[in-house]
């Protein structure tokens, strides 16, 4: 019973499916939810900080209808995906109407393609890590996968990471720097793997190769079975769902750092270096990835053992009113910066 709190996903699903049946407002019906609703409700929901014991632990690690839920954000957001491409082939769609129903597709990429690709790309068994790649295709981010486990995890809190925002860097700039930078640093990894085996960049171990040539297959298929306008649409709700990815990777790690010592080398990775938000709602929706921090602590841990630690430094709110936030770089800077200082002050990092 308590899987079933990782079903308030659904939320999202659902008013998609508003969005693409209905007209006018209501196509933009999941942003509102997500970034109005949600927002206004975490304000009045006290953050919830419990773990489970090691019993608990114990039992719940070895409950399959965690990963079963993740299955079905997968077939769903796929169909979604279908749905919408031939959608938009059939369909002459107003211009505001088209713009709130590919917003709309953008958000199943960002939170369910781009999210659960994520988790499923952690774990250790091949199928899941299969369904993460395809859930990473049809976001057009499959590169994610190796510069995250390799790059990210290993340099994190660090100037050497694309994905931790530098003090005072706004989110725009965050943008364009940590998604091309981590597609450079994501064809390092996997050329250095392969030159260590004495084998050539173009083998077909390299999973660059694999990714690049899988994602232009699926840009030449939606071309081919469908039309112009549809891989127009795919591409621009890939985008979106990108752009989800990296604020969220902003706020996470914004301001972050590990010390060095004497030598240049880096402090391990501490749960002080991620921050965290215990607000229920959307931590149910996005399957706990707000305990961010004993995420990077254990990268191989699933969803639902992510414990809050008091040592996490903490936002005010959820991901969603963040993300929010950091689109307004003033205040940004003005409420995170002073959080940055205060924990300098204490020399918790």
Not at 41 to 54: T, Y
Not at 89 to 99: A, E, K, M, R, V
Not at 221 to 235: E, G, M, N, P, V
Request: aromatic residues 14%; glycine residues 4%.
């Amino acid at each position: 019973m308590r899987a079933i709190k990782y079903l308030l996903f659904l939320t999202l699903p659902i008013t998609v499916s508003i969005s693409f049946i209905q007209n006018g407002w209501l196509t933009f019906l999941p942003v509102i939810t997500f970034f109005i609703i949600v927002p206004l409700l975490e304000l009045f929901f006290k953050p919830k900080n419990n773990n489970f014991n090691e019993e608990e632990e114990e039992v719940e690690k070895n409950n399959k209808f965690y990963t079963h839920i993740l299955y079905l954000a997968a077939t769903l957001h796929l169909f979604f995906l279908l749905w919408f491409l031939i959608f938009v082939h059939h369909q002459n769609i107003p211009l505001i109407d088209f713009i709130g129903k590919i917003t709309s597709m953008g958000m199943m990429c960002g939170v369910i393609g781009i999210n659960v690709g994520h988790e499923l790309g952690h774990r250790n068994n091949r199928m899941d890590i299969l369904i993460g790649e395809v859930l990473l295709l049809s976001s057009l981010n499959m590169h994610f996968l190796p510069y995250h486990n390799a790059g990210h995890h290993f340099n994190v809190a660090t100037k050497k990471d694309a994905a931790t925002a530098r003090r005072n860097e706004n989110v725009y700039i965050f943008w364009i720097r940590s998604h091309f930078q981590s597609y450079y640093q994501a064809w390092i990894l996997e050329n250095k793997k392969l030159l260590l085996n004495n084998k050539p960049w173009y083998h077909y171990q390299n999973r660059m190769v694999i990714y690049t040539i899988a994602s232009l297959a699926l840009i030449f298929q939606i071309f081919y079975f469908l039309s112009i306008k549809s891989l127009f649409a795919f591409i621009l709700a890939a985008i979106i769902g990108i752009l989800l990815l990296e604020t969220v990777n902003y706020i996470e790690h914004y301001g972050l750092l590990r010390k060095q010592n004497k030598s240049g080398r880096y402090e391990r990775v501490k749960r002080i270096h991620s921050w965290n938000s215990d607000h229920v709602i959307s931590k149910y929706i996005l399957f706990n990835l707000s305990r961010h921090s004993d995420h990077h602590y254990n990268g191989s841990k699933h969803y639902q053992l992510l414990k809050s630690l008091v040592e996490s430094p903490q936002m005010p709110t959820g991901y969603p009113g963040m993300m929010i936030l950091a689109l307004f770089p003033p205040l940004w800077f003005k409420l995170m910066n002073k959080k940055l200082q205060a924990l300098q002050k204490n020399n918790e990092y």
